[in-house]
């Protein structure tokens, strides 16, 4: 199996694991062979002096995005490419899926989103004040697209004020997290029982809602 295929399967069957990685470093070797790395130690050291940073790097966010993910999939620091255009190709392609399934790699890092609770954060006051465009930035793009598909922008704020309501109504605790997921339970006020949960997943650095 090619090292491109390699991650094409990795990438299928781990399309939600997402991490936050350190600068990505860019470096040829003597038989001009093209690498990426996120740890500057792995680049020989008769070659750190030719090294550029991801940002002197002709890489997008997009593609940087997807870089960082497939290292973190393929638990590797050190990405070998022969072909750059057919490589950034597939870190594209990568993208469109990327999109379709759960939000798009374009996206930079928002401070507000930088932790699960200020995540949450964000939701609720959006959810408490209407705020449409705050919502959106705080939930993923298929749990937008579901709600989307099925009311108009009134009865959508409509629904952000009742979920609201129900949310205030109960205890919010956090519950289960790791790197990539974490989880909010809401119980029924003085110690009740679990009623619901509030699931929240890494997108490059940025926590967003993804399922209630």
């Known amino acids: 199996m090619t090292k491109i295929n390699c991650f094409l399967a990795i990438f299928f069957s781990l399309i939600l694991a997402q991490g936050c990685l350190a600068d990505i470093y860019q470096y ?48 590797t620091k050190d990405i070998p490419v022969q072909n750059s255009a057919e490589f950034k190709k597939n870190l594209n392609d990568f993208g469109d899926l990327y999109k379709e399934k759960h939000d798009d790699p374009d996206q930079t890092k928002d401070a507000r989103l930088s932790t699960p609770e200020s995540a949450l954060n964000l939701f609720r006051s959006a959810l408490r004040t209407g705020n449409l465009q705050d919502f959106k930035a705080s939930v993923t793009s298929r749990f937008l697209r579901g709600l989307e598909s099925e009311n108009n922008t009134p009865s959508i704020k409509k629904f952000m004020l009742e979920l609201e309501r129900r949310i205030a109504s109960r205890t919010v605790s956090k519950g289960e997290q790791d790197e990539h997921s974490a989880v909010f339970e809401l119980k029924e006020k003085n110690n009740g029982p679990i009623v619901g949960t509030i699931e929240l997943i890494n997108l490059f650095g940025n926590w967003k809602i993804h399922r209630l």
């Open 28 to 75: 040829t070797d003597n038989e001009g062979v093209i690498h990426f790395t996120d740890d500057p130690q792995n680049i020989p050291a008769k070659l750190r002096g030719k090294t550029k940073k991801e940002t002197e790097a002709p890489l997008t966010t997009r593609e940087t995005n997807m870089l960082e993910h497939m290292m973190q999939t393929d638990k």
